[in-house]
């Protein structure tokens, strides 16, 4: 279960970005069963991998726990700050007043103020209740602050609301991040690009004089780049992780898990499974040509009652958005040898074409 208290917290981010190690540790130490018992955040935990295990307990409101709802105060707050954060992360970085970077300089700034205060209130409601179960991963993180056995290896404050606005901040514009992460592997892969650009000019020269511009019966002809679209959901999807509490004892797989402990469902252990799918650390459309994957094997928006209900719409604009750049715009990557994912900035410039 690791250290005192603090347990398996930091051996688990440690392998951020890392997940195939990450995996590889749990299944050559403890077996391939895709369930581990681990200590996280001060309390003990169930890391599961598999398929069905995570689809079973992702439909399971009943018993098993997400957390409360987010009050709209705090969330009109938290998408307010974070549309200038994100406005300003794609503008000139003029540190002027007025300027879109400095409103988001500002923005962050009172982010800082609206988790701050958030931690204040969890903390004085948990010292004022020791008994109360800790039902989010706020709480959780808490946790690691009070205990001696931590020797400074705890979460501090600031810490805390650096991941927490990471996490808001992540999951902002997921249509303009997928559609770029499209881009960026179809550029690199230039046969996938080819054909993808092949099937767009087809579907134009198909286009009857009568109509006006892409419309639904073309977007449902899009075979091709519907794979595409799917290959980056599954390698480049940014939602990794579901943290869940069992409201009663729990059976699953053989094992009664205790009341009061945590899932946490490993999404992308999933996608990056070999027995799933092979190589899957390379972008291949192509494996979706005859892929026939079993209930749970792709989970870009979750399942069960809290799935994405903007899932459809979502790939419908990522579908648009891929059209119009497939035949009219080419991407120049600037610093080629940088990686495209952060910390590092990858500089590109887009370059209009003629159909």
Request: net charge neutral.
């Amino acid at each position: 279960m690791g250290w005192p208290f603090i347990g398996n917290t930091f051996f688990f981010f440690s392998f951020a970005g890392d997940h195939g190690s990450f995996l590889s540790y749990f299944s050559t130490r403890f077996g391939p069963g895709g369930m581990y018992k681990a200590h996280i955040f001060g309390k003990p935990s169930i890391i599961i991998t598999k398929p069905e295990t995570i689809r079973k307990i992702l439909m399971d409101e009943e018993n098993i726990d997400r957390g409360g709802e987010v009050a709209k105060e705090l969330f009109d707050a938290v998408f307010k700050e974070n549309n200038l954060l994100m406005s300003g992360a794609h503008s000139l970085p003029i540190n002027i007043p007025g300027f879109a970077y400095n409103k988001a300089i500002k923005a962050r700034r009172e982010l800082v103020k609206i988790f701050q205060q958030i931690l204040e209130e969890r903390k004085a409601m948990i010292a004022k209740d020791k008994a109360m179960l800790k039902s989010n991963i706020i709480d959780m993180m808490l946790d690691t602050q009070d205990d001696d056995d931590n020797e400074g290896k705890g979460l501090s404050d600031e810490k805390i609301i650096n991941m927490l606005i990471f996490a808001s901040f992540g999951g902002y514009e997921p249509v303009a991040l997928m559609a770029t992460k499209a881009i960026m592997h179809l550029e690199k892969h230039p046969d996938f690009l080819h054909k993808a650009k092949e099937e767009q000019e087809d579907i134009i020269q198909r286009r009857p004089s009568s109509n006006a511009g892409l419309n639904f019966d073309e977007i449902r002809q899009m075979k091709y780049l519907s794979k595409v679209i799917n290959e980056t959901l599954r390698i480049a999807s940014s939602k990794t992780i579901f943290l869940k509490d069992t409201n009663t004892p729990y059976n699953i797989n053989g094992y009664t898990i205790p009341k009061g402990w945590k899932f946490f469902a490993l999404l992308w252990s999933i996608r990056m499974d070999p027995d799933i799918y092979a190589k899957p650390e390379e972008f291949n459309p192509s494996r979706w040509d005859d892929l026939e994957t079993k209930p749970g094997c792709f989970l870009p928006f979750s399942i069960g009652p809290r799935m994405c209900p903007g899932s459809n719409l979502a790939r419908l604009q990522i579908s648009v958005i891929l059209h119009y750049f497939l035949l009219y715009y080419r991407l120049e990557q600037l610093n080629p040898d940088i990686k495209t994912d952060p910390p590092e900035n990858c500089l590109v410039r887009f370059k209009k074409i003629s159909a």
